[in-house]
C-alpha cells in the first residue's frame, strides 16, 4: 500500500508542481478511483474546491526529509515543488510497489493538472466534483 508521501513524489517525478496543483491532482486521482484509497488524503469543500489540509503537513514532512524542494517565490502557493534525488529514489521505490494502472492514472493526472490554467483547472474538478464546489469562493466557475 502506498503512503501519502509516495503519491506526492510519485506525482512530482511526473512533474513540478504547486500546491494547488498537487492537491488537486491528488484529489483527482482519489475521485477517478473511486473515492477509495486506504491511508489517503481526506478532501473537504473549501475555498477553491476540494482541500486536504493533511496535504501540508505531508510536504512539510517531505521537505524535511529532503524528498522535495520549492524554489522561493514571492507566493508559496504558486511556486512548484521538485523532488531531489533522494526523493526520485523514494518515489522509484513506491513506483514498484504501485500496480500499472495506477501509475497510469498518475502519469496522466500529473500531465493534465500541469496543462490546465488555475480556472481551468478548478472547472475540470467542478464538473467532476460538484458537491466539493459548495463553498468555492469562485462563484462564477460552480455548476
Same mark, same amino acid.
Given at each position: 500500500?502506498?503512503?501519502? +508521501?509516495?503519491?506526492?513524489?510519485? @506525482?512530482? *517525478?511526473?512533474?513540478? @508542481?504547486?500546491?494547488?496543483? &498537487?492537491?488537486? $491532482? @491528488?484529489?483527482?486521482?482519489?475521485?477517478?478511483?473511486?473515492?477509495?484509497?486506504?491511508? %489517503? %488524503?481526506? %478532501?473537504?469543500? /473549501?475555498? /477553491?474546491?476540494?482541500?486536504? %489540509? !493533511? @496535504? /501540508?503537513?505531508?510536504?512539510? *514532512?517531505?521537505?524535511? !526529509?529532503?524528498? &522535495? +524542494?520549492? =524554489?522561493?517565490?514571492? #507566493?508559496?502557493?504558486?511556486s512548484p515543488y521538485y523532488i531531489t534525488e533522494r526523493g526520485k529514489k523514494a518515489a522509484d521505490q513506491a513506483s514498484q !510497489?504501485?500496480? $500499472? $494502472? +495506477?501509475? *497510469? &492514472?498518475? *502519469?496522466?493526472?500529473?500531465?493534465? =493538472?500541469?496543462?490546465? #490554467?488555475?480556472?481551468? &483547472?478548478?472547472?475540470?474538478? /467542478?464538473?467532476?466534483?460538484? !458537491?466539493? $464546489? +459548495?463553498?468555492?469562493?469562485?462563484?462564477?466557475?460552480?455548476?
Amino acid at each position: 500500500m502506498l503512503k501519502r +508521501t509516495d503519491w506526492i513524489l510519485l @506525482l512530482l *517525478r511526473e512533474k513540478p @508542481l504547486d500546491r494547488i496543483r &498537487l492537491m488537486k $491532482a @491528488l484529489f483527482l486521482i482519489w475521485l477517478r478511483s473511486g473515492r477509495n484509497i486506504p491511508g %489517503f %488524503f481526506e %478532501f473537504v469543500p /473549501y475555498m /477553491y474546491g476540494p482541500c486536504s %489540509f !493533511d @496535504l /501540508y503537513d505531508e510536504i512539510d *514532512r517531505a521537505g524535511q !526529509d529532503r524528498l &522535495l +524542494t520549492q =524554489v522561493p517565490g514571492p #507566493n508559496p502557493r504558486w511556486s512548484p515543488y521538485y523532488i531531489t534525488e533522494r526523493g526520485k529514489k523514494a518515489a522509484d521505490q513506491a513506483s514498484q !510497489d504501485a500496480d $500499472a $494502472a +495506477t501509475l *497510469r &492514472l498518475v *502519469r496522466a493526472v500529473a500531465q493534465e =493538472v500541469s496543462e490546465l #490554467n488555475f480556472h481551468n &483547472l478548478l472547472q475540470r474538478v /467542478y464538473a467532476e466534483a460538484p !458537491d466539493f $464546489a +459548495t463553498n468555492t469562493v469562485v462563484r462564477a466557475l460552480r455548476q
